[in-house]
């Protein structure tokens, strides 16, 4: 029986980012998912994500509920923090380890029957709380574990790997993230990492619960014609809302974009991006016109992908509760705990 164990060596080529690691240091175990599983290509883009990021791994706590997607944790950064909750139940694991340590970043991974059916409720909430953590949906459609049963995400008429149509009405993440108040909401394609990894990049540096909903075909029950979340599909169907690209916090760049054509401007690191003239009408500040937008564009079939909606004025879940600037985990017993006449105290004046 082969082994499926990574070899441990590193080629001494391989680039470091900044604290002076690899792209190897930030992978995890080899996946025991199905081979050309779109779960595999999102976890390929978090990885170059927090490598190009330099975050460093022992700050990474990576959360996670039950299904396929739940799985994906396993398979990046090993030196991270990890936690595999209940079915449906991440985000509250994810808001009490963030309450005691605000230090760490978080990165959530779930699935649309893990989210949007038993987590619904749960997802609703971190996203009011504006729990500040990067939460990468990986949307497929089914029930892989399941063998293949429509999930709350399949559009109504598409197709099983059995031909039967689906009935009932989906419901839409970045529609409801958008109706319910979500300060970051994204949507990429698992196929197009050129897109997906600054999209991964921006939602973890983003102020507070950042949605982003990746469009993950699974290839042994749901990746057939009929489908709406096959690789064919998609690629056949996506619509590129913005060009996405991430720049860290740097001195200010100054550039004037032409609004013909395209305008290269080089970054700090020496890369250039080339920066082309959106829409006029295309803003994505104002929820509403990006609500009305995707409304439109779906009822033409069309799966609209980028960096959809953001706002970075609302305070985080700790700014709303003003904690301490001190993570809880690492205030002394005795100051959280300042025994019974204390606590007695507190209570007279409830009295």
């Not at 001494?12 to 025991?32: H, Q």
């Not at 595999?40 to 330099?54: F, K």
């Not at 749960?122 to 990468?136: D, E, F, G, P, V």
């Not at 319910?180 to 990492?193: L, N, P, Y």
């Amino acid at each position: 029986m082969p082994s499926i164990t990574k070899p441990i060596a590193t080629h001494p080529s391989l680039a470091r980012n900044e604290i002076g690691l690899t792209i190897r240091d930030y992978e995890g175990s080899m996946s025991t998912l199905c081979a050309g599983c779109g779960h595999d290509s999102i976890t390929a883009a978090i990885i170059r994500a927090v490598w190009e990021l330099s975050l460093q791994p022992h700050m990474i706590a990576k959360m996670s509920g039950i299904g396929c997607s739940s799985k994906t944790p396993t398979y990046f950064v090993s030196g991270a923090h990890g936690f595999n909750s209940a079915h449906g139940r991440m985000p509250a694991i994810a808001t009490g380890a963030n309450a005691a340590n605000r230090a760490l970043t978080y990165i959530g991974v779930s699935g649309d029957g893990d989210s949007l059916s038993i987590g619904l409720g749960q997802l609703s909430h971190a996203i009011r709380r504006n729990l500040k953590m990067a939460y990468i949906l990986e949307n497929n459609g089914v029930y892989g574990l399941t063998k293949g049963q429509f999930s709350a995400s399949s559009d109504l008429g598409s197709k099983s790997k059995r031909g039967e149509p689906n009935r009932v009405s989906p419901i839409d993440p970045a529609l409801l993230g958008l109706s319910i108040g979500a300060t970051f909401v994204a949507r990429s394609f698992s196929g197009d990492k050129e897109q997906l990894v600054p999209i991964i990049k921006a939602a973890i540096a983003h102020r507070g619960f950042a949605l982003v909903d990746v469009i993950s075909p699974c290839v042994t029950f749901n990746d057939h014609a009929g489908s709406t979340k096959s690789y064919s599909h998609v690629r056949e169907h996506q619509l590129r809302a913005v060009e996405t690209d991430f720049v860290p916090p740097q001195n200010e760049i100054l550039a004037e974009i032409s609004p013909k054509g395209v305008t290269s401007v080089s970054m700090h690191d020496g890369s250039v991006l080339r920066f082309t003239t959106l829409p006029p009408d295309y803003d994505p500040t104002d929820r509403q016109k990006v609500y009305n937008y995707l409304m439109d564009q779906q009822g033409q079939g069309n799966v609209v992908t980028g960096l959809l909606y953001v706002d970075e004025s609302v305070p985080d879940v700790h700014e709303l509760a003003n904690t301490s600037e001190l993570p809880l985990s690492q205030i002394p017993f005795e100051a959280l705990c300042p025994g019974s006449a204390t606590l007695e105290r507190l209570q007279e004046e409830f009295r």
